[in-house]
């Protein structure tokens, strides 16, 4: 498949006038990127187990998404959820402390990697079955709805998903009931190693959207700005009203799906020519065009990235485990939260 | 007042959507139609279409849709046409419902109640028929209900509400007809949701059982007191988490157990029971304990076939004379 396929033309970015954003959203690009580049590194190192699904290469579907809603939305994610997490504003402490399992964990330690969870900030994970999120999304939705709160719910999930029967189910409910859901589809054309041509009889997914008469855009989800800008007029027409939307974000991985993947299911030149439209290096490359930003600041933004990392690094290396002794608790709400 | 199974069920929910506005019922024909065993008839023109909402065929994002409502702050109940309709949705409720809470480490909890008619007795054959309430007793994180009377199908409800974790509560489809005296006050039947309750008291056997099959081992206990024989009936209602200690009490006194259920015997909710009873009452056991199940094959449409497949009062009073060795 090309790296380059058709797409919309985006209308201008609702915050393109802020002029702290894009410089904001490479920051964010890079702290999701050099968090899970330590998280392979730690990988090999035994230092977080399980299941690890990287995002890199997709850095631009997250930092632009997350731009674009508001801090009181909501948002359900899948396994490959590190960069939604982040840029909601879990603190990378609290992520990096649930990948090692430690009780400072985002979710004490009892979800990992693949179940990042944060109430305060409306992160409904972290979901591990593949259109398991969508039915809850809808249901968010429909609590907002029903108690008359102007929130949205963003459900991000891959195109894998779309073959499930969740998904349809969902889609179909949100738009009967005109919920406010922005489905975000983002599509790095694999599901593990089934390329989208091999699993789906329809691979345009926003027609396989349309079908449910839900308003669907497709967006170059290399690049954060189309991201930023196609997300930012979905979610602007989600709050408005007319319920659901749906946004495909064609991107891709450079990673394989998880670590446990050898990746012989794809040319080694395709994932090349996908890395040559990299969302940082060429956002910073634009920036740098534009005269937004020098190879100077770059780096500062990286070295402060890094910095993060490291320290999320240390406080999980520092963090305590939590003691066998409280393996039962958190099955049901304690008598006390009642 | 004298009332039916059915209609208790109906003022519970009514009072459930009086009290609280978070309320709201939703499932596959519960509006229109008045629900598919005519529970929530006459609901959906009081309460509107908002609270008494008719879902598509969608088992799977309904009830996901539940715990999402759930989660974002409303108490859905979610009826479930048939137990065996719930399997569509099992992936959302035994890897959402019932796991989130743990999963993300006590921040989340699903206060959703399910309500899902469950069993055989109608004719109407292997895939209307099952009865897996052992499957969901088999899951941490959600609490199964039984109710088996009356009292209960009005009682059970609320405190299901005012749980902040999921419960599912397993209506019999033999049940909504039965015929009863609901007592006018509260106290006689408002309940609590950790209790098993003895429904007739004995000495010499115990029968364990739970909703359907309630009314059977009544019978039977009946028929064997003609007989001179005085056996107890605990009724579990609880089916997670059990209440062993219930059972452990009254097999102190009649050292003799008898559990009926209509799951198949193979890894049945029976064998549950019984496995408890081995390791907690074994030194006050006079006789092995015996089971009494469905046979294990699919329901059969046939009236006698169907019926020489559930658990009938006969075969429950022999079971007792077995172990009884009378
Ligand atoms: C219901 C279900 N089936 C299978 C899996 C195993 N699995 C995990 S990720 C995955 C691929 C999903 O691909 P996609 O939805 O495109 O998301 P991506 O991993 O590409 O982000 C599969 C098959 C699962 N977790 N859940």
Redesign the interface.
């Known amino acids: 498949m090309s790296p380059r396929r058709k797409q919309e033309t985006p209308a201008a970015a609702p915050a393109a006038d802020d002029s702290a954003l894009p410089l904001r959203l490479l920051a964010d690009m890079l702290r999701i990127r050099r968090l899970e580049e330590k998280c392979a590194e730690l990988y090999g190192a035994g230092k977080i187990r399980g299941f690890l699904h990287l995002y890199i290469g997709e850095e631009a579907c997250a930092a632009g998404t997350m731009h674009a809603l508001a801090a009181d939305d ?1 948002v ?1 994610a899948t396994y490959r959820e590190h960069g939604h997490a982040l840029l909601r504003g879990v603190p990378m402490n609290a992520i990096m402390a649930e990948m090692f399992g430690k009780a400072a ?7 990992g990697s693949m ?1 990042l ?3 305060a900030r409306r992160f ?4 591990a ?1 593949v259109g ?1 999120g ?11 709805r ?2 008359k709160l102007p929130r949205i719910t963003a459900c991000v999930f891959g195109e894998g998903a779309m073959a499930e ?2 998904f349809h ?2 889609i ?2 949100a738009a ?1 009931w005109q919920l406010p859901v922005l489905f975000c589809c983002e599509n790095n054309l694999y599901a593990m190693g089934t390329a989208l041509a091999r699993s789906e009889s329809q691979t345009d997914l926003c027609a396989k959207a349309a079908a449910y008469k839900v308003r669907a855009r497709a967006a170059d989800g290399m690049d954060v700005r189309a991201v930023h800008a196609a997300v930012g007029d979905a979610v602007a027409a989600v709050r408005a009203g007319g319920g659901p939307f749906f946004v495909e974000l064609q991107t891709y991985r450079f990673r394989a799906h998880s670590m446990f993947d050898p990746d012989l299911y794809r040319d080694k030149a395709e994932i090349e020519a996908w890395k040559q439209r990299g969302p940082i290096h060429t956002f910073s490359a634009q920036l740098k065009a534009e005269g937004r930003l020098d190879e100077a600041a770059f780096l500062r933004l990286d070295a402060a990235a890094q910095a993060e990392v490291d320290a999320a690094v240390a406080f999980a290396e520092a963090a305590p485990w939590e003691p066998v002794a409280d393996l039962l ?5 304690p008598e006390a ?2 | 007042m004298k009332t039916s199974y059915r209609e208790a069920l109906r003022l519970a929910l009514r009072e459930a959507l009086i009290a609280d506005p978070r309320v709201f019922l939703m499932g596959e024909d519960v509006g229109r139609y008045g629900g598919t065993y005519a529970v929530s008839k006459g609901l959906l023109d009081e309460f509107g279409p908002e609270r008494i909402r008719d879902t598509p065929l969608s088992e799977l994002g309904f009830v996901g849709a539940g715990v999402g409502a759930a989660l974002g702050g409303l108490r859905p109940i979610v009826e479930v046409m048939t137990v065996n309709f719930s399997l569509l949705a099992l992936d959302q409720i035994v890897n959402s419902a019932a796991l989130l809470r743990h999963m993300s480490g006590g921040q989340f909890s699903v206060p959703l109640v399910l309500r899902m008619a469950t069993g055989a007795g109608r004719q109407l054959a292997a895939q209307h028929s099952h009865s897996l309430e052992n499957w969901y007793a088999h899951i941490p994180g959600i609490r199964v209900l039984a109710p088996a009377t009356i009292a209960d199908a009005r009682g059970m409800l609320a405190p299901a509400l005012a749980d902040p974790d999921p419960v599912v509560i397993f209506e019999h489809a033999q049940l909504y007809n039965l015929e009863g005296e609901l007592p006018a006050s509260p106290d006689g039947w408002a309940c609590d949701i950790a209790h098993a309750a003895v429904r007739r008291e004995g000495s010499q056997a115990t029968l364990i059982t739970y909703g359907g099959c309630l009314p059977k081992a009544l019978q039977a206990a009946e028929q064997l007191a003609a007989d001179g024989i005085e056996v107890e009936v605990l009724d579990l209602r609880v089916l997670r988490p059990l209440d062993t200690d219930a059972i452990a009490a009254s097999l102190a006194k009649t050292h003799r157990a008898v559990v009926v259920d209509e799951g198949w015997k193979s890894g049945s909710l029976a064998a549950e029971v019984v496995a408890r009873i081995v390791e907690r009452c074994f030194y006050d056991l006079d006789a092995p304990p015996l089971r009494v199940c469905s046979a294990e094959v699919p329901i059969p449409y046939a009236k006698h076939m169907e019926a020489a497949a559930l658990p009938q009062p006969e075969r429950i009073a022999a079971a007792v004379r077995e172990v009884l060795g009378v």
């Open positions: 909501n359900v964990g985002c979710s004490r330690g009892r979800g179940h969870f944060d109430a409904y994970g972290g979901q079955i398991g969508l039915p809850l999304a809808v249901g968010l939705a429909l609590a907002d029903m108690r029967g969740a189910e969902s179909n409910l009967l608790r958190d099955v049901h709400t939260a009642r």
